[in-house]
Structure formats: C-alpha cells, structure tokens
C-alpha cells in the first residue's frame, strides 16, 4: 500500500529558511500528483503546493516564497520554505493522489487519499 514519509521541518525565526521532504514508497509504477498540506489547531487543512510530474502549483499566501520540487524518478518531493512568517506555523503534511492533473491542485484536498503522518514547523 501506498506510504509518505516527511523529514525536516522544525523551528526558525521570521525571515528564515526551512526545508521538508517527503518520499512516497508501495505506489507501483502509478504516476502520483504530490502535494504539502498543513494545518493549525482549530482551523481546517489547507493547501500549500502541490506538483504534478514536474509541474508546481502554489497557495496564494506562499507564491513566490515556497518551491516544490521533485526528485529521484519522482519518488520524493521536496518544499523548500524561505522568507517564513509566524502565520506559516504548523503541522505540514505531506499527500499523494492519483487523480489526474486537473485536480492536481493546492484547493482540492478532497482528491488526495493517502497522508504522511505530519512535521511540525514553527516560526516565531
């Protein structure tokens, strides 16, 4: 069955730089639409980035600070975060569907049905 594992995250002061990575392993030979999520006590999950093959799409609050990028045959994905704000703060979860790239997209949570188990991120 279809597992993500995410690394990296942790904790840095407004301004800074975060990288996270996420591999995705049991998939088979299926093409996969990747994506970070993330999500704040109380509040609903929400889309960071998302990448179909090698193809990146970004939430608004992110563009032009967050990259997505894909690597190693398209097994892993990497967010690199800079310019981080407070309200970057919390658990980033990584997602993969096999949906085609029309719902290949940081608005569509509904589409991914397979999850990491989450990394914190904390900026202050």
């Known amino acids: 069955h279809v597992q993500l594992v995410e690394s990296g995250g942790g904790s840095v002061q407004a301004g800074g730089t975060l990288h996270l990575s996420c591999r995705i392993s049991?998939?088979?030979?299926?093409?996969?639409?990747m994506a970070w999520f993330r999500q704040t006590p109380g509040n609903e999950r929400e889309g960071v980035a998302t990448?179909?093959?090698?193809?990146?799409a970004y939430a608004d609050a992110v563009k032009g600070r967050f990259t997505i990028f894909r690597f190693d045959g398209e097994n892993t994905i990497d967010l690199q975060m800079t310019d981080l704000k407070t309200e970057d703060t919390g658990m980033y979860y990584c997602?993969?569907?096999?949906?085609?790239?029309?719902?290949?997209?940081?608005?569509?949570?509904?589409?991914?049905?397979?999850w990491g188990q989450g990394t914190q991120v904390t900026v202050s």
């Open positions: 997602a993969a569907t096999n949906a085609d790239a029309s719902r290949c997209r940081p608005d569509r949570t509904q589409d991914f049905p397979y």
């Open positions: 990448i179909y093959h090698f193809e990146g």
């Open positions: 049991g998939g088979g030979d299926s093409e996969y639409c």
